[in-house]
């Protein structure tokens, strides 16, 4: 592999080890395999959860309910939670956010195995996990640089992370379709209580060197994010991908919520038709990330993300209009695929153009994009299929996100230039030498 580092050529190793070349760095090795067995128990959690909610009251819309409480702090938290991501200590911020994580996990274990647990109750806890989820997420993702230390090596360790929590997506829901059906749902929570012990531990254990911004003067915190605000949604590039993100969180990721709905009454099966959906989901989302992990550089990746929203978006559109469980696998794999491209590549794209002081706050509009919207589309899913049936919604979602990938495609042209200028700044490519150089495009085939 050649790279290109302030302008000049460096020689590195192929094959395994560029795929796996993150994994060097102490630090994220320590978080990467702490995180992953958390990340199974969170994925155990959130199946037992949805599936808790729907057969204690068989409704679409009160699942809709439970993913607007849980994911619409991050709406409302995460912009401002990036400022402080950027003005303080990011590791101990991460400490904080995964105990109180792992204390949700265990009020709710405790509900749920003295019989006690109501659904009022998981819409409070859902919401606690959402504020909590607010300040982690925007502060975790641009908490990787810290970890890796170089960032050329960023892109990789995005893709890794995407990979483990695929692989954490594949092996979690499997286990708890499994779990749910001999031992109940309150087996997987305490499960998820005891899995946050890993990643605590790796993250006492690392030694963190942050590399300091230049110190400027103190900042409210509304000044703060309008000063991210302008800088996030003044650049094209950035808005952009924030724009899709949010037009496909919104439209097409319901399609999770509504999947009890579909392994239950469309498909006919039980607990462990939806552990099988929702691992078929994560083996396409754990390729998606593993083919980005083996690309050797980020030029070029802009013009994946609109394809890969347009796979994503016929996917559920196939999905929808499927009525055989192999098919529907099969069709969810494709979904994972598109989803986790979109997701991993518009995540290395933010961060590698983002300014390092301002990282913070990006990653934060990211949360909100991918995350913070997708209440709005549980709770618009669940109404709309009360009303007109799973399938349809999922059908008008799945046609909403290629219609936005449409769009979005139709700016790569002038995106490409914005963001070829700012790799040239940053040093990831080295600037033109010759026409030839400029000619290569870094988001679109060169005319």
């Known amino acids: 592999m050649e790279s290109h580092s302030r302008g000049r050529r460096t020689r590195e190793p192929g094959g395994i080890a560029v795929t796996f070349r993150a994994l060097r760095y102490r630090n994220y090795r320590l978080f990467f395999a702490g995180q992953l067995i958390s990340v199974i128990g969170t994925w155990m959690q959130q199946v037992a959860l949805t599936w808790l909610v729907y057969r204690l009251t068989g409704s679409p819309f009160l699942l809709g309910i439970v993913g607007f409480a849980g994911q619409m702090p991050l709406f409302l938290v995460s912009p401002f939670a990036g400022v402080l991501a950027d003005r303080h200590n990011r590791h101990r911020m991460v400490i904080a956010t995964q105990t109180l994580a792992m204390v949700q996990a265990a009020v709710l274990t405790f509900l749920t195995l003295t019989g006690t647990i109501t659904v009022w109750q998981i819409i409070v806890l859902s919401a606690f996990i959402g504020i909590v989820n607010a300040f982690d997420i925007p502060t975790r993702q641009s908490f990787l640089l810290d970890m890796i230390e170089t960032k050329e090596d960023l892109s990789n360790a995005i893709a890794l992370n995407s990979s483990m929590f695929n692989s954490a997506r594949l092996i979690g829901p499997a286990i708890a379709g499994v779990v749910i059906a001999a031992l109940g749902e309150g087996l997987c929570f305490l499960l998820n209580t005891v899995s946050y012990i890993a990643v605590i531990a790796a993250l006492l254990a690392m030694r963190i060197n942050r590399k300091h911004p230049p110190q400027k003067p103190p900042q409210r915190v509304m000044e703060g994010f309008t000063e991210g605000f302008r800088y996030a949604f003044g650049f094209k590039p950035i808005r952009n991908i924030l724009a899709l993100l949010a037009v496909v969180s919104m439209m097409g990721m319901p399609y999770a919520v509504l999947m009890p709905v579909f392994a239950k009454d469309i498909l006919h099966g039980g607990p462990e038709t939806f552990g099988f959906l929702m691992g078929a989901v994560g083996i396409g989302a754990l390729a998606g990330a593993l083919t ?99 399938p349809l919604t999922l059908l008008m979602s799945g046609m909403v996100c290629v219609i936005g990938a449409f769009v979005f495609a139709r700016q790569l042209p002038a995106m490409g230039n914005e963001i070829r200028t700012t790799y040239i700044r940053l040093g990831i490519i080295p600037a033109p030498s010759s026409g030839l150089q400029a000619a290569t495009d870094l988001t679109v085939p060169p005319e």
């Open 292 to 390: 980005l992990a083996t690309r050797k550089s980020v030029v070029g990746l802009t013009r994946w993300i609109p394809a890969a929203a347009a796979i994503f978006g016929l996917g559920v559109v196939a999905f929808s209009l499927s009525r055989l469980v192999w098919l529907s696998a099969f069709l969810l794999f494709v979904v994972g695929v598109g989803m986790m491209t979109q997701m991993a590549s518009s995540n290395t794209i933010l961060q590698t153009v983002a300014d390092d002081d301002k990282r913070g706050r990006v990653m934060s509009f990211y949360t909100m994009s991918f995350m913070g919207m997708t209440p709005f589309g549980s709770l618009f899913a669940g109404s709309l299929a009360a009303a007109i049936g799973a």
